[in-house]
C-alpha cells in the first residue's frame, strides 16, 4: 500500500492513521508519496517511476479526493485496471469522486456541518477573545466504491467491527 500525501498538518494526521492501521495489521509502512495534483505533474510523475521501477502498489490510499482521481487517471492512462489491478481511495468526498465511474472510495467529511461548526468557532473565539482556543471533531463516513476492490480481497486489510 502507498499513501500519496500533500505537505500539510490535515493530512500528516491521515497519513498517521493509515500508519497505525497497517502497524496494528503487521503490515508494512512506506514513507508517504509527497503528491501535488493541482500544483504541477507531480502526482503523475510518481505513480509512473512506480510502475518504471516495477514498485506499483496494490492500492493507493491518497490524502484527498483530489489526489485519488490523479492516481487514477494516470494508471488508467497506463491502462492499468482500475480497481481491477490496482485499488484507489481517497479523503473528503468530494462530487467529482461519484461522477467517476468506477466511483471513488472516499472518506467523506461533513462539509456543511465543518462549515457551521468553523462559523460558531469564530463567532466564540470573537465573543471570548481571551477563551483558550476550541477545536471540534467531526464524524466522517466510509463510502465504498469499487475503486477499493481490490484491497477488499485481501482478508488481512479488513477493518475489525467495533
Same mark, same amino acid.
Given at each position: 500500500m502507498?499513501?500519496?500525501?500533500?505537505?500539510?498538518?490535515?493530512?500528516?494526521?491521515?497519513?498517521?492513521?493509515?500508519?497505525?492501521?497497517?502497524?496494528?495489521?503487521?503490515?508494512?509502512?512506506?514513507?508517504?508519496?509527497? !503528491?501535488?495534483?493541482?500544483?504541477?505533474?507531480? /502526482?503523475?510523475?510518481?505513480?509512473?517511476?512506480?510502475?518504471?521501477?516495477?514498485?506499483?502498489?496494490?492500492?493507493?490510499?491518497?490524502?484527498?479526493?483530489?489526489?485519488?482521481?490523479?492516481?487514477?487517471e494516470?494508471?488508467?492512462? $497506463?491502462?492499468?485496471?482500475?480497481? !481491477?489491478?490496482?485499488?484507489?481511495?481517497?479523503?473528503?468526498?468530494?462530487? $467529482?469522486?461519484?461522477?467517476?465511474?468506477?466511483?471513488? /472510495?472516499?472518506?467523506?467529511?461533513?462539509?456543511?456541518?465543518?462549515?457551521?461548526?468553523?462559523?460558531?468557532?469564530?463567532?466564540?473565539?470573537?465573543?471570548?477573545?481571551?477563551? $483558550?482556543?476550541?477545536?471540534?471533531?467531526?464524524?466522517?463516513?466510509?463510502?465504498?466504491?469499487?475503486?477499493?476492490a481490490?484491497?477488499?480481497?485481501?482478508?488481512?486489510?479488513?477493518?475489525?467491527?467495533?
Amino acid at each position: 500500500m502507498a499513501f500519496v500525501s500533500v505537505p500539510n498538518a490535515e493530512t500528516k494526521a491521515r497519513y498517521d492513521a493509515f500508519s497505525d492501521a497497517l502497524h496494528v495489521r503487521g503490515l508494512e509502512v512506506s514513507p508517504p508519496l509527497d !503528491g501535488r495534483p493541482g500544483a504541477s505533474a507531480v /502526482t503523475p510523475e510518481l505513480v509512473v517511476e512506480l510502475m518504471d521501477r516495477g514498485s506499483l502498489p496494490d492500492c493507493f490510499v491518497c490524502a484527498n479526493d483530489e489526489e485519488a482521481l490523479v492516481v487514477m487517471e494516470t494508471l488508467r492512462a $497506463a491502462v492499468f485496471s482500475v480497481p !481491477g489491478q490496482v485499488a484507489v481511495a481517497g479523503f473528503d468526498g468530494v462530487v $467529482a469522486g461519484r461522477l467517476v465511474r468506477p466511483s471513488l /472510495t472516499t472518506v467523506r467529511q461533513p462539509m456543511e456541518l465543518m462549515g457551521r461548526t468553523a462559523v460558531e468557532l469564530l463567532v466564540d473565539a470573537i465573543a471570548r477573545p481571551l477563551a $483558550a482556543p476550541a477545536s471540534r471533531e467531526l464524524p466522517v463516513r466510509l463510502v465504498s466504491a469499487k475503486v477499493a476492490a481490490a484491497a477488499r480481497t485481501d482478508p488481512s486489510l479488513a477493518i475489525p467491527a467495533s
